[in-house]
């Protein structure tokens, strides 16, 4: 599976932002897919996941409340609804999937990456 994140931009603290990821070559329902982040001169870290059929969803503490994702496989799809956006939230957002049927929260569960895209949130 190919996966393509796209949605980044710049926005202002307190805006909101949607990240979408695409997939092609393979059905996403196949897959969980899971939200990373990588800020400059920072290691990767969790956001978001969500299970393959989209009934089990579970968020980094950082984003807990703030953060929603979702999906709809008929449209191969999955969403990042970032909302109260703050500066600490700069960071680029990758989506992943993985083929696990339960949540995975570590980097290494998954195996398919899409290129990052850039969200930027100024104070």
């Known amino acids: 599976v190919q996966l393509q994140a796209s949605g980044g931009g710049l926005v202002q603290a307190g805006d909101s932002l949607r990240l979408s990821c695409a997939a092609s070559?393979?059905?996403?329902?196949?897959?969980?897919v899971g939200w990373f982040r990588q800020a400059p001169g920072k290691e990767r870290e969790f956001v978001a996941t969500i299970t393959r059929a989209g009934g089990t969803k579970y968020y980094g503490d950082s984003v807990k409340g703030r953060f929603t994702t979702s999906r709809d496989n008929a449209e191969n799809t999955v969403i990042l609804q970032m909302s109260s956006l703050k500066p600490e939230d700069t960071a680029v957002y990758y989506c992943a999937a993985t083929d696990t049927h339960f949540i995975a929260t570590q980097i290494s569960r998954y195996h398919y990456w899409g290129q990052g895209t850039l969200v930027t949130v100024s104070s």
């Open positions: 070559g393979r059905a996403l329902s196949n897959y969980a």
